[in-house]
């Protein structure tokens, strides 16, 4: 209302008045439907992102989405916290990697000193790589 008391302080004529009129509610809506579509695009990164933290497509989505929100800072720290937990996942499993290759070095170097029988090697083998 306050919109309209300044157009007629204005004097702009009817037309005038009905052209801006409808051109700051034509603004307003296209602003509201952006960012209502960055709401929706940034929830679905967020729950595939969640379903696998190690796709690094759904994490460059996700990063990209969290980008033009803007409610004070909230996706972003949560993309962050959730970054974190994909990097927490990715040293676990590169710890669990390295933890097997010591392992059959180990048996490898046992049983090239003939501690272990070939077939003591290929059964701690099998079951190292279960």
Not at 41 to 53: G, L, N, Q, S, V
Not at 60 to 68: F, P, T, V
Not at 115 to 125: N, Y
Request: net charge negative; proline share 1%.
């Amino acid at each position: 209302m306050e919109f309209l008391a300044q157009v007629e302080r204005a004097g702009l004529s009817n037309e005038m008045a009905g052209l801006f009129i409808f051109l700051f509610v034509s603004v307003a809506g296209a602003i509201a439907w952006w960012q209502f579509n960055l709401k929706i695009e940034f929830d679905e990164a967020m729950k595939e992102f969640k379903r696998d933290p190690t796709n690094q497509v759904a994490r460059q989505r996700l990063i990209d989405a969290s980008k033009y929100r803007s409610d004070d800072g909230k996706s972003s720290r949560e993309v962050i916290a959730l970054l974190e937990v994909q990097l927490d996942c990715e040293q676990q499993v590169l710890n669990q990697k390295s933890e097997l290759v010591q392992e059959l070095k180990s048996l490898s170097h046992l049983h090239a000193n003939g501690d272990l029988t070939d077939a003591e090697f290929e059964q701690a083998k099998a079951k190292l790589l279960k």
